[in-house]
Nanobody, 125 residues
Framework: QVQLVESGGGLVQAGSSLRLSCTAS????????MGWFRQAPEKEREFVAA????????YYSDSVKGRFTISRDNAKNTVYLQMNSLKPEDTAVYYC??????????????????WGQGTQVTVSS
């Protein structure tokens, strides 16, 4: 069993930065690919970023590439999402999740094993 707790969300102005954190407890954190997803009102869940177990490679959606950075600290059982140059369209509930398989471009959100409860990010104009 893996328990995930997100933190770091809030209300900020466009152009500002936030850093989200997701801390895991339970099974060994380094066994999992970690991903970030988001969901805005009346929209489907959207993939944001993922990071390999070792942190050696990262993956991003086109909408956040160049602005967001995913990283992990396995010693702290924590994955981060650094969000810069925030835009109003980034407003959503952000979730972290674990994946026990081998990540590829075809990996879907439904493939992830455990999910946190989410943290709200609101970006004003």
């Amino acid at each position: 069993q893996v328990q995930l707790v997100e933190s770091g969300g809030g209300l900020v102005q466009a152009g500002s930065s936030l850093r989200l954190s997701c801390t895991a407890s339970g099974r060994t954190f380094s066994n999992y690919v970690m991903g970030w997803f988001r969901q805005a009102p009346e929209k489907e869940r959207e993939f944001v970023a993922a990071i390999r177990r070792s942190g050696s490679r990262t993956y991003y959606s086109d909408s956040v590439k160049g602005r967001f950075t995913i990283s992990r600290d396995n010693a702290k059982n924590t994955v981060y999402l650094q969000m810069n140059s925030l835009k109003p369209e980034d407003t959503a509930v952000y979730y972290c999740a674990t994946y026990s398989g081998s990540f590829s471009s075809s990996t879907r959100g439904s493939d992830y094993d455990y999910w946190g409860q989410g943290t709200q990010v609101t970006v004003s104009s």
